[in-house]
């Protein structure tokens, strides 16, 4: 049985992986499906990250006549009111480096009671046959660090510090990531979920 996963971003991809890998499911990844258009893009117009979760997988799925399983997360700042959230691959035109530094330097000065955060993730699987959608969600929690630590990971990962693992994500192994973060937490209980189907 295959199981599509809607990204084209490697370390997404990457975590997938290595949490699924166990499944009697074929994971295949979007630039595996030759019948899909390189400039097939689905863009996130959802306010929340179940919509663009939904958004994606539906729209992949239906594309491909695949089961689909579709992410969105991003990092939420509770100094910024949540910023920058659903925005969070866009809130410096891509660049999460420049999107670090802009973080960084809202926050200047403020001590670690004032600069907590959480990653959120949402996942969403659509089957194209039942037309169903289950979804699946996960959340880690700590704060922004005072600057980039660590060279792992992707994304914010250097500045959030993990209240779990007492460092940064970009400072954790692939194998520490996966025991505490937002997605992996969502892809465990995606995991569950689909080694109780019936395998066609």
Do not use: C
């Not at 939420?76 to 973080?103: C, E, T, W």
Request: glycine share 6%; no cysteine; charged share 20%.
């Amino acid at each position: 049985m295959k199981l599509l996963i809607a990204t084209r971003n490697p370390g997404k991809l990457k975590e997938f992986q290595q949490i699924l890998k166990s499944l009697d499911f074929k994971l295949l990844s979007l630039d595996q499906i030759k019948t899909l258009p390189q400039d097939f893009d689905i863009p996130e117009t959802g306010q929340t990250f179940k919509a663009n979760a939904i958004l994606k997988a539906k729209a992949y799925g239906e594309k491909t006549q695949l089961m689909t399983v579709a992410d969105d997360s991003g990092l939420m700042i509770d100094y910024l009111n949540g910023q920058p959230g659903v925005h969070s691959s866009r809130f410096a035109q891509g660049d999460h480096q420049a999107a670090m530094q802009k973080i960084l330097k809202s926050l200047t000065s403020l001590p670690r009671s004032k600069r907590t955060a959480k990653f959120v993730s949402v996942l969403a699987l659509y089957n194209p046959q039942t037309k169903k959608i289950t979804l699946f969600t996960g959340e880690s929690h700590g704060w922004i660090a005072s600057k980039p630590q660590g060279q792992t990971g992707f994304g914010y990962d250097p500045i959030f510090f993990s209240k779990d693992l007492n460092k940064t994500y970009g400072q954790a192994t692939n194998q520490e990531k996966n025991q505490v973060s937002h997605r992996a937490q969502a892809l465990k209980k995606l995991k569950v979920f689909l080694s109780q189907l019936p395998i066609e």
